[in-house]
């Protein structure tokens, strides 16, 4: 049976709440940072929970021997934050995966055609067959930025399976060409929209997240 496209949105209050302070016109910026720093780090707790790979060792505590379960090192952990808002997510994320390295990538939307293009792309040239990439993209619309992020990817030659996407709002035509293309790619949002309008803003959405987020 093919694998289809996994997306959660996790219930927990604290998901909710920053959301809530996210989504109101008149949070001011530097409170929308937060806001979005604070759900960078609960959907970020939410994708690892079952997903880092562990191993057991044997230690010895002040007063004995026990066995105990590790994050194991030799499996690389890489975050992928789509510029300029995925920034913000990033800061949350990197809270509980300090070790983890960061390759940024670059991309920008035509406000006429909707189509995404890339102005920065770090990315290794390869990955290890085993590398663990958290992809942190707040906003999926219209799903031209994820496509391509997971496009260039693919190109390094990574697993879709070993890619999660923590994404603060999604919408419908992001999550059917995922779906379509990448169905074996796992998303932690914290909401599902409906609607997409003609400029290809998320309605109710929150806006502009990196305008919002930069103060710009």
Not at 91 to 104: D, I
Request: with cysteine; net charge negative.
């Amino acid at each position: 049976m093919p694998p289809q496209l996994r997306v959660y949105v996790p219930p927990h209050p604290l998901i909710k709440h920053w959301l809530g302070v996210a989504r109101d016109a008149a949070t001011p910026p530097p409170l929308f940072k937060s806001a979005m720093i604070e759900l960078g780090r609960w959907l970020t707790y939410e994708a690892i929970r079952d997903w880092l790979p562990t191993e057991d060792l044997m230690v010895e505590t002040p007063l004995g021997s026990c066995t105990v379960t590790m994050v194991n090192p030799e499996v690389p952990m890489v975050v992928v934050p789509i510029l300029r808002a995925g920034l913000a997510l990033l800061e949350g994320a990197q809270t509980l995966l300090p070790l983890a390295s960061v390759y940024h990538l670059g991309l920008v939307r035509n406000e006429e055609t909707l189509e995404a293009s890339c102005y920065l792309n770090k990315l290794p040239r390869e990955f290890h067959p085993q590398t663990r990439i958290l992809i942190t993209e707040p906003m999926m619309a219209t799903g031209g930025s994820i496509m391509m992020a997971m496009a260039e990817l693919a190109k390094r030659g990574v697993d879709p399976a070993f890619i999660r996407i923590i994404n603060v709002i999604a919408a419908p035509p992001a999550l059917q060409k995922l779906g379509g293309n990448y169905p074996a790619v796992t998303i932690y949002t914290a909401m599902i929209d409906e609607e997409v309008n003609h400029q290809g803003y998320i309605i109710p959405g929150l806006g502009d997240a990196g305008d919002r987020a930069f103060g710009t």
